[in-house]
């Protein structure tokens, strides 16, 4: 399995960017697919999951200001990202796994996001 993470880039505080993930396979064999982050200096953390049902789970430090969601017929997972600031600057992975809620088996390679003030 190949998940294919796009969409980084460089921007100011404030503005948007929309991550993709493309999976070489069919995602609807994924329960539960996901966004992780991860800065200079610390951990791999949480951003979002949604589950095939739909549900959603989000990190506090994103809630109201990133949307997960995923385009089954397409084999891709989003992640919108509004008014971004600078903590938000990370390498951010997109991840799957068959266990709704479970530990992520499959990770992407990352895509930068870097956020000037």
């Known amino acids: 399995v190949q998940l294919q993470a796009s969409g980084g880039g460089l921007v100011q505080a404030g503005e948007s960017l929309r991550l993709s993930c493309a999976a070489s396979?069919?995602?609807?064999?994924?329960?539960?697919m996901g966004w992780y982050r991860q800065a200079p200096g610390k951990e791999r953390e949480l951003v979002a999951r949604i589950l095939s049902s739909g549900n959603t789970d989000y990190a506090d430090s994103v809630k109201g200001r990133f949307t997960i969601s995923r385009d089954n017929a397409k084999n891709t997972v989003y992640l919108q990202m509004n008014s971004l600031k600078p903590e938000d600057t990370a390498v951010y992975y997109c991840a799957a796994t068959a266990i709704s809620w479970g530990q992520m088996k499959y990770w992407g390679q990352g895509t930068l996001v870097t956020v000037s003030s």
């Open positions: 396979r069919n995602i609807l064999s994924f329960n539960t």
